[in-house]
């Protein structure tokens, strides 16, 4: 899937002040929430290892927590673009196989032909059929969110279609059109967007959550108030705007809350603010024991209120998670590992994985393989090289090439390396290096003779990725005279 900056908002954790934050949990905020291998093989020495430690070692890098920053002036925080990945992934809607294209995309499902989009065009504004606007909604709204085409226009035009449907009494239409309305308003405030123009986005961000109550425009209209964009930074409103897109999303009928994991970032919002305030409460209980005096009486111990800011930022996060926001999953299993409940983190890290997260996917295959089960690491694999992350296709052709949780195909492990290193996967690289650095002859059916010369230069390749180890193996091959 494409992820498209315009309307897919990735932040930081948002830490706002224990003042603002003892105002919430004291009910100032009315919310309805749910329920609360590390040495290089030596040349001749076999199959190299799979690379699992080294992937180990960069995942524990990546998935680091955020500190929260207590100052006010923080609450607001700049967009995180550490991953292409790391954000909610955009909307999908039900495509089918076609030869046909529009503008590069396949023809189905929603994405009509040209002769469709003119013969609907015509029964939309000249016949007023409002099934026909609709299909053209839908149309204008799935080139732009699930494809990133021309996203001011056919943002616009979908708009525009569905309100026509929409007002017509066509109800299916009304959730869309606010929804599409959110996207169009948050193309004009995102940082890196090429139109930026706060004054018109909050207004149509304010029709979106106000007048057609969408939870994604509700969010994104809170994001404005806390980061000061347009407007003068009013913490309170832009939190009391991310509880109401949180209640919002939750009251949607089933078959709208799976259709956008966007419907969950304002509860995803609320619950990095609440936890950027109230992160020390988990630190402060979880420590208790150990802070005992002569008298056994606890030296520091969170108030009640405390307590319940953290567990309200706990369930917001939750909710998000189970409106299938998969950054919201990610933060909880980041929480819990860091708070040793490696249960909780192993759930939410895969439910973060299953919803988007790549990354993720590889962190919890790396958990798996330690724990000796291939077979389920492998499965985590799949869905992140699915989800075009090559380290994750770097593992799961380690263990294809050794047979490891899988059938032994080389040939087809061979081809994953090559198509990873080529995406520019230093991990990728690297393991291809290996293999020709040590050759590869014990397979039946596959031989990859040893070639020092192709070796050193996938190793130069890695290192110039960021791979350290294969900087030092290809210092060492520099200096082997028949390498030369």
Not at 8 to 21: D, K
Not at 181 to 207: H, R, V
Not at 324 to 336: E, F, H, I, Q
Request: with cysteine; glycine share 8%; net charge negative.
């Amino acid at each position: 899937m494409l992820e498209n900056a315009y309307y897919v908002r990735r932040f930081a954790p948002i830490a706002i002040s224990r003042a603002i934050a003892t105002l919430a949990v004291a009910g100032s905020l009315a919310v309805t929430t749910a329920t609360l291998s590390t040495a290089v093989a030596a040349p001749n020495s076999g199959i190299a290892p799979p690379p699992w430690e080294q992937s180990l070692q960069q995942q524990n890098v990546a998935s680091a927590p955020q500190a929260p920053n207590a100052a006010v002036a923080a609450a607001a925080t700049a967009a995180n673009n550490t991953r292409s990945n790391n954000g909610p992934t955009p909307v999908t809607l039900p495509t089918i196989e076609s030869v046909d294209t529009i503008d590069g995309v396949s023809v189905g499902g929603n994405v009509l032909s040209r002769d469709e989009v003119k013969m609907l065009t015509s029964a939309c504004e000249v016949s007023n059929d409002l099934s026909s606007c609709h299909e053209l909604g839908m149309h204008y709204l799935t080139l732009a969110v699930n494809h990133g085409l021309d996203l001011q226009i056919n943002m616009r035009l979908a708009a525009h279609n569905l309100e026509k449907a929409c007002i017509g009494g066509y109800e299916n239409s009304c959730f869309f059109w606010g929804h599409a309305l959110g996207m169009y308003g948050n193309y004009f405030i995102a940082d890196i967007s090429p139109e930026i123009n706060y004054e018109k986005g909050k207004t149509i961000l304010e029709y979106s959550c106000n007048k057609l109550n969408d939870p994604y425009g509700c969010a994104q209209l809170g994001t404005m108030y806390i980061e000061a964009k347009g407007t003068e930074q009013d913490i309170a409103t832009g939190l009391q705007l991310f509880a109401r897109s949180c209640s919002l999303a939750q009251e949607l009928p089933n078959e709208l809350r799976d259709y956008d994991s966007n419907n969950g970032m304002g509860c995803y919002y609320l619950g990095q603010s609440l936890l950027g305030s109230f992160q020390h409460v988990a630190d402060e209980l979880q420590g208790k024991d150990k802070n005992k005096d002569a008298n056994n009486k606890n030296k520091s111990e969170p108030n009640v209120q405390e307590v319940i800011g953290l567990q309200k930022a706990l369930t917001y996060l939750d909710s998000a998670c189970n409106l299938k926001t998969a950054p919201a999953c990610n933060v909880l299993s980041r929480y819990y590992a860091e708070h040793h409940n490696l249960i909780m983190a192993k759930t939410y890290g895969e439910r973060a994985c299953l919803f988007g997260m790549s990354a993720d996917c590889v962190a919890q295959a790396v958990n798996y393989h330690q724990a000796g089960n291939d077979v389920e690491a492998n499965r985590l694999l799949r869905v992140g090289c699915d989800l075009n992350n090559q380290d994750a296709c770097t593992l799961l052709a380690s263990n294809i090439l050794s047979g490891l949780g899988t059938i032994q195909d080389a040939p087809r492990a061979h081809k994953m390396l090559t198509t990873a290193c080529n995406q520019n996967s230093s991990l990728g690289c690297f393991y291809l290096a290996q293999l020709h650095h040590t050759g590869v002859t014990t397979i039946k059916g596959f031989n990859l003779e040893q070639n020092l010369s192709t070796a050193r230069e996938l190793y130069r390749k890695s290192c110039r990725l960021g791979n350290d180890i294969a900087c030092t193996e290809f210092k060492k091959l520099i200096s082997t005279p028949n390498t030369k």
